[in-house]
């Protein structure tokens, strides 16, 4: 059939670049699986039929010994920023035809170690977000015959994929534009210790004081990322202990605990006082706070999208993107 001897059995990789779609596509549509659109599925069948592709039992189990899954290690994410990120993964990787295996590690070195190795032999490819780990500790943890991307990692890993926040620019931009709307004295909310993010963006802000607002002693006050956060420096505004115009947090969970704060005591934002965060989460969209929008849900999708990629024969991936935040400007800053 199709012009094929025996020798010349047509194999699923004879019928995928007939039908020009990946491999996975032709298994997914042979195997009667969803997540493939009905032209596809069709076209696939047409060339398993002129090729004569019969898949036999030991071909199937072959085709079927991968897992069709992903591996997602993150870190203890706060509220909508890791509901929104896991969205977009999920949406990707349900769009191509995989699943994913979700894992949260928390701040042990040790834990997320065991959360990594636990993905060993259940998954076809890594996502790891590791803004609080080593270099040394990913290269120990990772396995190694698995391709992966790291999300806001060492700055240090060069052959491997990674997606990086620019922080800097974002802070800069954020900053730049409190000044602008006249605001000279700024407080910045700084996320956890050793957080990569977190230390960027508090770095960035004294630069970004610096420049702006030349003599000027930068305030950086400690957060965690978490509303309670935000709620702490509002309460320190109300008492008096400092004086501010203008509050920039690390993130919108601080920024939106501060919001809280600051309204809860009759403090007028953005009157008094602007807020603002970093990330734009739902929540930061419908209270109409000021932020930098990162795109989580899509950052999410470009994150698996490299790893399928990848695993559907795209050759090696080790390049560092720069992911741009952009900034929104609100009610809470507006003026």
């Given amino acids: 059939m199709g012009g ?57 189990s072959l085709s079927l010994a991968r897992a069709h899954a992903i591996g997602v290690v993150l870190p203890d994410l706060h509220g909508e920023f890791f509901s929104e990120f896991v969205r977009g993964m999920d949406r990707e990787a349900s769009r191509r035809g995989y699943v994913m295996l979700l894992s949260v590690m928390h701040d042990d070195s040790e834990q997320a170690a065991v959360a990594l190795r636990a993905m060993r032999g259940r998954v076809d490819g890594l996502v790891v977000m590791a803004p609080h780990l080593s270099e040394g500790m990913l290269r120990r943890a990772l396995p190694t015959a698995l391709p992966a991307l790291i999300i806001n990692g060492p700055r240090s890993i060069a052959d491997i994929a990674t997606v990086r926040l620019d922080n800097a620019t974002a802070t800069e931009a954020m900053v730049a534009h409190l000044v602008a709307t ?115 849900a899509e950052l999410g999708e470009e994150a698996i999208g490299r790893v399928i990629n990848v695993l559907e024969g795209e050759g090696a991936d080790t390049r560092a993107e720069l992911h741009q935040a952009e900034l929104v400007v609100r009610a809470t800053s507006a003026g």
């Fill in 4 to 60: 094929q001897d025996e020798m010349g059995e047509a194999t699923i990789r004879d019928v995928a670049r007939h039908a020009q779609v990946s491999i996975a596509s032709v298994s997914r549509a042979l195997n009667g699986l969803g997540n493939v659109r009905a032209e596809t599925r069709e076209r696939v069948i047409a060339a398993a039929a002129e090729l004569g592709y019969v898949p036999h039992a030991g071909a199937r």
């Fill in 182 to 296: 006249g605001r000279r004295r700024i407080v910045h909310i700084a996320g956890p210790d050793g957080n990569i993010d977190a230390d960027e963006r508090a770095t960035a802000f004294r630069a970004s004081i610096a420049r702006h607002l030349p003599g000027t002693e930068p305030i950086v006050l400690p957060g965690d990322f978490a509303e309670e956060g935000g709620e702490a420096v509002a309460r320190a505004v109300a008492a008096g202990e400092f004086a501010c115009d203008a509050v920039f947090a690390a993130n919108d969970m601080m920024a939106l605990g501060c919001l809280q704060g600051l309204r809860a005591a009759g403090i007028d934002v953005p009157g008094q006082v602007a807020v603002a965060g970093f990330d734009d989460i739902p929540l930061a969209r419908y209270l109409g706070v000021t932020t930098m929008r990162v795109r989580i």
